[in-house]
């Protein structure tokens, strides 16, 4: 029966086909076949990429149409070179030759394939498109759950991949400073129609200047990644600002936040500094470790420096005012017995009038002379009287030694060393938590030394980075800071451990939120409750079905549900390596990138800057002779002050 009727068929179709053309059943086959399959293989095998990669339906839509227009140029270009004729006789060959049975697959079925590309480009995207919205309103709420689950982990996977393939860029030529290779993003809001035609999908998680500009928080558990994180950040901005480092800008002064700089509009040189707060032994390496990046990004070696490793600062540039404030305060904090130093004589010997503040520990311990004073301070009977009195008690020998011994356990730390002003990128280490009231007391005075000389010397866009914040940050006034560093052209970034360290107390932790608005950075880690709660929550159908047994009869209801962005389960399961941003309750997630300094060249914005290399001052005083100097100084001076009172007496 069935073979009559194909016989049928077949005799028909050769009935109507124009002569020279032959019919056979295989020939039949065959020519279904070579249509069919491209445009199968094709479609499916496009569809299968696309969820491979996990890509958004609105992605392939973009692929489509760009095959399309492809495929229009070559189709144009095909038949202006050859011209309509021709081709439909290549066509029309192709299938007389199939319906005969004369299969040469790889020409024609070739051909086809090539033909189809638009249809299966389409069905692809259409087939996704329909497994999306399906997916999205699914009463099957597992399955849906399931199908959710596996589109995260393809397009983790395929974030991956792309880390490993490609080097990952540390910034882009809009400014934005690249952290992580992105595989997801939700948004608090639906995605209107436009939106989706219009949609790009960014493929690296990154944060730019005006949102550094904002401050951001980092936090994420021991060993998560932070401080590798942080180094990407940091290499990234550097090259991003080199790129517009001593470019005019087209606004005016008030207008740009370029136009700071002083009187002109060219956008100020760069300079980052890296706090480690959490001190210890690694510290000396990561260091170092950093800043062998910094130069391998291209920075000069000599404006890379190290606190206090390699480098030391200059406290004697501070004003007198705040020196005597910071000597009184690194005293105290040093050892009890300090509590007992004289504030008095500080103030006598820094703010003596018509003498040039002193410019390193030596010239400082030299002046605690009472002849010297009295003659400063000719014409002030006040101070006169103190110094009388000073003198008198004798104690201004042991205040001499209780400063040398100051000086002496500060090392070269800040006496009299390199301006900050030398730098482009600068590693400070802070001492270890275990001394926290010395780590404090450093980081107040390195906070003052900044705040003067980037107030008081060429304006620098600077990037203060705090790793392990916590350490510091029951002794550090942040609000100050960040208020400070605002003014100084500064962005701030803070890494904690978690939420809850990022301040002393609760309010703390409140107030600091409430000023980073440039997002917040979270890696893996347990507190994560918080976070979750400020990335804010969206509406989400919410499906209830009507079950009998265990089989859906039918009936339900649907209702809307404000759900997390982000739920706190799912910042909790976050591999690490992997960060999530937080930002305006757009949540985007990614995978954090090595800066591998050996499989980068020198970036060539800083690179082939033409003021890459400028002198740079050096230190202003050798610090071991320094040391020297003061013992000689103290042996000297010490006999004299103790015979100085009594000789007034006699
Ligand atoms: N993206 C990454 N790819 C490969 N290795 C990484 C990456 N991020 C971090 N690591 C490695 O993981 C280890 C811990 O990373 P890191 O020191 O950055 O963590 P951390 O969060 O700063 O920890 P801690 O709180 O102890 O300072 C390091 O050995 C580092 O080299
Ligand atoms: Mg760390």
Known sequence: MEVVHRGGVIRRLREELPVGWQVTALGVVATVVAVLAPAFVLTFGLFLWARRQGWPSSRMRNLTLTLLAAWLFGAVMQLWQVGWPETLRVLTEAFRLLLSGHVDWANTVGVLAVVEVPIAAVAAWVVLRRQEVRMMQSTQPRRAMRWQQRTNK???????????????????????????????????????TLEYLRARHPVYLGVTDEELNRHITLTGQTGAGKTELLKRLTGGWTEARWRTYGQKSSQGVSGSPDGRATGGAASPRPLTIFVDAKGGEQSTDLAFEWADTMEAIGLAPERV????????????????AQLVETIHELAKTEHRFYDTLQRGLLRLVLEAPNVRPPANSVEFLRRIDPQQLRKAWDGHPGRLAQLQQMAQSGTLATDLI??????????????????????????????????????????????????????HGARREVLFVFDEWSAVSEHVDVLQLLQTARSLGGRVVLSA??????????????????????????????????WAKLAGTRFRAEVGAHLEGESHVGEGTLRMQSQFTVSPDELRQLPERDVVRIKSGVVQFGTVVKLDATKRLPSKAIHRHPWRQITTAGPVSSWWRLGEERRELVQRMVPQLTAGPSKDEG
């Open 154 to 192: 393809n397009r983790r996977n395929a974030a991956l991949r792309r880390a490993r393939q490609e080097i990952t860029p540390m910034s882009r030529l809009s400014g934005l400073v690249v952290l992580a290779q992105q595989y997801r993003e939700e948004k608090p809001r639906e995605q209107l």
């Open 305 to 320: 420096g190290v606190f206090p490793f390699q480098d030391g600062l200059n406290m004697w540039a501070l004003p007198p």
């Open 402 to 455: 209780l400063l040398d011994d100051l000086f002496g356990t500060l090392g070269h730390d800040f006496d009299a060393q390199r301006s900050i002003q030398d730098f482009d990128a600068l590693f400070v280490s802070l001492p270890g938590t275990e001394k926290n009231r010395v780590a404090a007391a450093k980081a107040r005075l390195l906070v003052e030394l900044l705040k003067f000389e980037l107030t």
């Open 497 to 530: 451990q978690s939420y809850a360290t990022l301040g002393s107390s609760e309010q703390e932790v409140n107030r600091i939120l409430s000023v980073m608005g440039g997002g917040h950075l979270v890696m893996a880690g347990n507190q994560v409750e918080e």
